[in-house]
């Protein structure tokens, strides 16, 4: 590490610490050309998710889009802030997890319908009729009929 006040590259530790969540190392090093101490950081570099639209754009993956749709589909039904959060960590990290660092619109839209479908039946209608794109009523009322078959299994 490059010494800030005289640009020697030799120096040492002198003491190490955890940030509270534990992502970041504050280092407080000491130049042995200049004997000045100065603080570096230290924390992982992270690809950033990037997801493929329908039109093969890309753009970096982004919880605020994730939220407000979810928000919209279910307002006014009794689905807590903290379970669309949780989800939404989860489906974070599960991103993460795929090695392909391009991941099409199509996963991440199916996840948020799977877990809406889980929750309440009328959020996940009302998903699904913005994400697949519903073109009239009749669209509406197989997605209701699929619904409705389920339920009977």
Same mark, same amino acid.
């Given at each position: ?18 940030? $509270? ?38 753009? @970096?993956?982004?919880?605020?889009? @994730? ?13 807590? @802030? ?18 392909? $660092? ?22 996940? @209608? ?8 519903? &073109? ?8 209701? &009929? ?8």
């Amino acid at each position: 590490m490059k010494c800030p006040y005289c640009g020697e590259i030799d120096n040492k530790v002198m003491d190490s610490r955890l940030s $509270k969540d534990g992502t970041v190392i504050r280092r407080r090093r000491e130049c042995i050309d200049c004997n000045r101490r100065f603080t570096t950081y230290e924390h992982v570099e992270e690809i950033p998710i990037m997801i493929i639209k329908k039109d093969d754009r890309r753009e @970096v993956f982004n919880r605020e889009k @994730v939220r407000q749709g979810m928000a919209r589909a279910c307002e006014k039904r009794n689905i807590s @802030v903290e379970i669309i959060e949780e989800f939404i960590d989860n489906l974070e990290r599960d991103l993460k997890e795929i090695e392909d $660092k391009e991941i099409p619109s199509a996963i991440v839209g199916e996840k948020i319908m799977a877990k809406l479908h889980e929750l309440d039946d009328v959020a996940y @209608v009302r998903f699904a009729s913005v994400y697949r794109e519903f &073109k009239d009523v009749n669209d509406f009322f197989s997605e209701l &009929k699929k619904l409705l078959s389920e339920d009977k299994n």
